[in-house]
């Protein structure tokens, strides 16, 4: 689904990795090439600048080890930002939201994008893997053909549809499907919306009327992954009128040069959900950042080799502020380490629960509205402090207070409040260190 794009990368980088050291230059020509293949695979510009522009920075940054080479290191941060830019905050690929049956899924999209095909191959997925009893029903009202084809698809893969009364309005067709699904104890109703060759104003009332009485928790938007663009420019279209929750691109199969999956979360904010392969009832699959950025790259040795030296250097790390932690030196630089550590592993009570002794101490916190805001304010108030402040947090008076809550653009009390939980963090890093408690409550960290 990705060849050529793919090919282009692996070219570059095959070249970049077997050099020993690598020059800015190196790295920009690189990157150069990297942005042209994004956009001869169809990616949309500012897509492709920002893709280029966040591995710049990123690559500049990076402490690199001795055991893999800068290239390798650069591949590896392509391919995190490949994830990123399909997937965004993802969900967990695949995972539709339909809990409380009977749960209503509705697909929209343009005739022909293959509405009506995924619609019974995502039945007949739900059926098999998730043991869901399904009901299906077209709303087609102008195109019998297409309410026939659905019930042709769903005696096929065993999935119910909802019996066709002439003369009935895609409203009252969706209620009828409601209190079918809602009877016959369906664990989700999926109703195939009309589809237009182009987006006009009856199509988007129909679905908007459509999706009032059904109240759906996922809206699919089918889309023909070898528009490219185009594909990109009506989930946009969609997304504004009627509102999607995820997108599935159908003929990822073909020779489409994949730019519409690279650009579609970046532009639309929307995550991929599934990509059609083929014209046969098993052919959708779940889009998995992490496999398709791998596929991609093709050099899934390389992020693995990247990957573990990076877990090296984090444990080298931890292991070495241990050691300053159970001489008691903990200063304002470990506890801004661990506060984005926290963040990482999902706020405060992900991290307390790990260290014993702190459940207390992270009662105490959560008691005093402690969330993910608070880490944010408390990184900041650091940040805002100099390098010699950060060392010697016991130089703080009044005055540099001042500046430092100022920076932060917060209270001095909010400052008094971190520098009092540095204190008590500092006591109890020091009398667990002395017990061997702190290496214990470390092991689970990094
Ligand atoms: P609708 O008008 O949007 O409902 O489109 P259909 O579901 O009728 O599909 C139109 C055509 O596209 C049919 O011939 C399908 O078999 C075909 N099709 C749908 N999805 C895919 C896909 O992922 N790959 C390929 N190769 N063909 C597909």
Do not use: W
Request: charged share 30%; net charge positive.
């Amino acid at each position: 689904m990705f060849e050529n794009l793919s090919d282009r990368l692996s070219g570059v980088f095959d070249r970049l990795t077997k050099q020993g050291s690598l020059s800015d230059e190196d790295v920009k020509t690189a990157l150069r090439e990297v942005r042209v293949a994004l956009l001869e695979a169809d990616v949309s510009l500012p897509v492709a600048r920002d893709f280029v522009k966040a591995v710049q920075d990123k690559a500049t940054g990076q402490a690199v080890t001795r055991s893999i080479t800068p290239g390798q290191q650069v591949v590896k941060i392509v391919h995190d930002e490949l994830v990123h830019v399909l997937a965004g905050d993802t969900e967990e690929p695949g995972k539709l939201r339909i809990d409380n049956p009977p749960a209503p899924i509705l697909m929209v999209g343009l005739q022909g994008s293959g509405k009506t095909t995924t619609t019974a191959k995502l039945a007949k997925r739900l059926k098999d893997r998730e043991g869901k009893k399904v009901l299906m029903a077209s709303l087609d009202v102008n195109r019998p053909a297409a309410m026939e084809q659905l019930q042709i698809l769903g005696t096929q893969i065993g999935v119910d549809t909802l019996p066709i009364v002439k003369g009935e309005d895609p409203v009252t067709i969706a209620k009828r499907a409601k209190t079918q699904a809602s009877m016959g104890g369906y664990d989700v109703y999926m109703l195939d919306t009309a589809g237009r060759l182009h987006i006009d104003q009856e199509l988007i009332a129909q679905a908007a009327a459509v999706r009032d009485v059904a109240n759906p928790r996922e809206t699919l938007l089918v889309v023909d992954g070898l528009t490219g663009q185009d594909a990109v420019n009506v989930a946009t279209e969609f997304d504004d009128k009627i509102g999607v929750s995820g997108v599935v691109l159908t003929r990822m199969d073909g020779d489409g040069r994949g730019g519409a999956a690279l650009s579609m979360r970046a532009v639309t904010g929307k995550p991929i959900k599934f990509v059609g392969l083929g014209e046969k009832m098993d052919a959708l699959e779940t889009f998995e950042p992490d496999r398709i950025a791998g596929r991609i790259l093709g050099m899934g040795d390389i992020v693995a080799l990247v990957e573990k030296a990076q877990e090296t250097i984090e444990a080298e790390q931890a292991e070495k502020m241990m050691k300053r932690f159970q001489k008691g030196r903990f200063n304002m630089n470990d506890l801004k380490m661990q506060l984005e550590q926290m963040l990482k592993m999902g706020g405060m009570e992900g991290l307390m629960g790990m260290m014993p002794g702190m459940g207390k101490m992270a009662k105490q916190m959560e008691g005093a509205g402690f969330d993910d805001g608070i880490l944010r304010r408390q990184i900041a108030l650091i940040q805002s402090m100099t390098k010699l402040e950060r060392a010697n947090p016991q130089i703080l008076q009044a005055s540099r207070k001042k500046r430092i809550a100022k920076g932060a653009g917060l209270e001095v009390s909010e400052l008094n409040k971190l520098l009092k939980m540095h204190r008590q963090m500092a006591d109890m890093m020091k009398k667990m260190g002395k017990g061997g408690m702190l290496k214990q409550a470390m092991k689970g960290m990094f």
